[in-house]
């Protein structure tokens, strides 16, 4: 599965972003997809994924804030993100499990006045 992830920049404090991963194959045929994100000096940390059928896990740093979505049609996973703060600043990276794991290329985010 090939991942291409698009959408970060720079944002305001309590502004909002919406993450894009296309997939290469049909959503329906991969168990789960997610992001992680990865800040400077810190490892790479589980943000959010959901399952092929719907079910959503949150880091609770994010709860409230953050929404992943994805359309099967457009083979597309959403990570809607509101509120922003400058601690989610960081690179995020989707991520795709079939029998296998798979990574997208990265994409910055960052939030700062």
């Known amino acids: 599965v090939q991942l291409q992830a698009s959408g970060g920049g720079l944002v305001q404090p309590g502004g909002s972003l919406r993450l894009s991963c296309a997939a290469s194959?049909?959503?329906?045929?991969?168990?789960?997809m997610g992001w992680y994100r990865q800040g400077p000096g810190e490892q790479r940390d589980l943000v959010a994924y959901?399952?092929?059928?719907?079910?959503?896990n949150y880091a609770d740093s994010v709860k409230g804030r953050f929404t992943v979505s994805r359309d099967n049609a457009k083979s597309t996973v959403y990570l809607q993100m509101n509120s922003l703060k400058p601690e989610d600043t960081a690179v995020y990276y989707c991520?795709?499990?079939?029998?296998?794991?798979?990574w997208g290329q990265g994409t910055q985010v960052t939030v700062s006045s």
């Open positions: 194959q049909s959503t329906l045929s991969i168990n789960r």
């Open positions: 991520y795709a499990i079939t029998e296998n794991l798979f």
């Open positions: 959901i399952t092929s059928n719907g079910i959503t």
